[in-house]
């Protein structure tokens, strides 16, 4: 599967608070080591905003959510739980905190970095199914990064 260099941008269905909220998010990631790829396409068609993979193989998915309207309208969020061993919603200060779950991790987000609110809580994935997110998360960054070397 050829990914176009589009593909590695911004696609533009991103509100700027998301797009800063991810970058934030970006940021803690990379200071606590882990590796990231943005908008992920799951097994069950699914797209995760934000998949982690920590240097333990653990794999944490970050749906972000810009505003109350966008969390109220998200029903599919519960269903990435199945591909991942972490959850957590990433939201931006001037959204109200306590509308996330409680069974869900809590990020606070701008564009400048991010904080853990509430850790997520680990509930580990069938070593199957872990390893078929890993695979499919090295293929997808194996792919994007040689979009960028030869588009």
């Not at 797009?19 to 934030?24: K, L």
């Not at 998200?74 to 109200?96: G, N, T, V």
């Amino acid at each position: 599967m050829d990914i176009p260099v589009s593909a590695l941008k911004p696609d533009g269905r991103q509100s700027e608070t998301a797009a800063a909220i991810q970058r934030g998010v970006g940021r803690l990631l990379r200071a606590h080591d882990y590796a990231m790829l943005t908008e992920f396409t799951l097994a069950s068609g699914r797209r995760a905003d934000v998949i982690a993979l920590s240097p333990k193989g653990m794999l944490w998915i970050i749906e972000i959510k810009s505003s109350p309207l966008d969390f109220k309208v998200d029903l599919k969020w519960p269903e990435y739980r199945d591909y991942c061993d972490h959850f957590s919603f990433a939201i931006p200060q001037s959204m109200d905190a306590d509308l996330i779950p409680v069974e869900a991790g809590l990020i606070i987000a701008d564009q400048w970095g991010a904080e853990i609110i509430r850790a997520a809580s680990e509930h580990p994935l069938h070593t199957s199914r872990k390893r078929a997110v890993h695979m499919a998360f090295a293929r997808v960054a194996a792919q994007r990064l040689h979009g960028l070397w030869d588009p």
